[in-house]
């Protein structure tokens, strides 16, 4: 599963973890993500994340 950067604020999105604090559960693939999710830390839209090598 690959994780994601947000450009801007450096948040990780790990598939692993997800973001469970915003109803997203564990296992969640960046892709699955709903269109109007946002960057936990900053609120940064799904285009503003990165995948990581």
Same mark, same amino acid.
């Given at each position: ?43 940064? &839209? ?6 990581? &090598?």
């Amino acid at each position: 599963m690959k994780k994601y950067e947000c450009t801007v604020c450096g948040y990780i999105y790990d598939p692993e973890i997800a973001d469970p604090d915003n109803g997203i559960e564990p296992v969640t693939e960046f892709s699955d993500l709903p269109e109007d999710w946002v960057c936990p830390e900053c609120g940064a &839209e799904k285009d503003q994340f990165e995948e990581l &090598e």
